[in-house]
């Protein structure tokens, strides 16, 4: 339009006449490290990004490392269990990326929070659910180094909120694990595989609110307000003819 040549990317333009993004990411607050005018990370190859929403609940890169996921959805656990989610660390190892922000995928509510410090010894840790306004989809947040302040059940959340830090809490002990996050996703009351790929993760946004065939909410639209009429005093007309006194000389 305009003569302008954009392409519209639905979050950003992109002017393909000099090779650049002409607006800022939406959530690059959560990308300090990166440009606000940068696409996908600054990985365009891997990943794509039409609306700039957020499926890590990690940052990129952490303290110089990138991110990387176990991959370990369905892993044998002992006791006959399986693993329900997939462990997400930095690549620095051991507990160089303790301490990195940990971010809500989703906008919802938080519906649990259990911390060590309240007594509990489950080997969660420090855990944070956040569920969806229809609850159809929920995620999990496991073995935090800390809860974020304000964070409680009740506290309605927006994606890309920090919610916590990662740590390796468990068992009642803080440190029971090397720092990582064991992070769920539930859809309609089932765990599923959160891992799409080994670099990509299911956007559970896109789930809430997708981005083709949504439906807006029902609006309730209430009666108008009564209107209280207030009486205005009559106006007379001028005269057609000045008093005498009034007169020019």
């Not at 390796?168 to 694990?177: F, L, P, T, W």
């Not at 064991?182 to 859809?187: C, G, L, S, T």
């Not at 029902?218 to 207030?230: C, I």
Request: aromatic residues 6%; hydrophobic residues 30%.
């Amino acid at each position: 339009m305009y003569g302008l040549n954009l392409f519209d990317y639905g979050a950003r333009h992109y002017d393909a006449a000099i090779g650049r993004w002409m607006n800022m990411d939406p959530l690059s607050e959560g990308y300090n490290n990166i440009s606000p005018y940068a696409y996908c990370g600054n990985n365009p190859v891997n990943f794509i990004d039409p609306d700039g929403r957020r499926e890590w609940p990690v940052n990129p890169t952490y303290n110089g490392y990138g991110r990387r996921h176990e991959n370990n959805f369905g892993a044998a656990r002992p006791n006959g269990r399986t693993h329900k989610g997939v462990d997400i660390n930095h690549t620095g190892g051991g507990n160089t990326d303790k301490g990195a922000p940990i971010i809500a995928t989703h906008d919802g509510a938080i519906t649990r929070v259990v911390t060590i410090g309240g007594g509990d010894k489950d080997g969660g840790g420090n855990r944070v659910q956040i569920t969806s306004s229809d609850g159809s989809v929920s995620s999990y947040y496991m073995h935090l180094d800390a809860v974020s302040d304000g964070i409680q059940t009740g506290t309605v959340v927006t994606e890309g909120q920090q919610i916590g830090t990662m740590g390796g809490s468990g068992k009642g002990k803080s440190d029971a694990y090397t720092s990582h996050l064991h992070y769920e996703i539930k859809i309609d009351g089932v765990k599923v595989d959160p891992a799409t790929s080994s670099t990509n993760l299911i956007d559970p946004q896109q789930l809430i609110t997708p981005l083709n065939g949504g439906t807006l909410p029902e609006v309730v639209v209430t009666g108008p307000k009564p209107v209280t009429v207030v009486p205005v005093p009559e106006i007379k007309p001028l005269p057609t003819q000045l008093p005498d006194k009034l007169k020019i000389q």
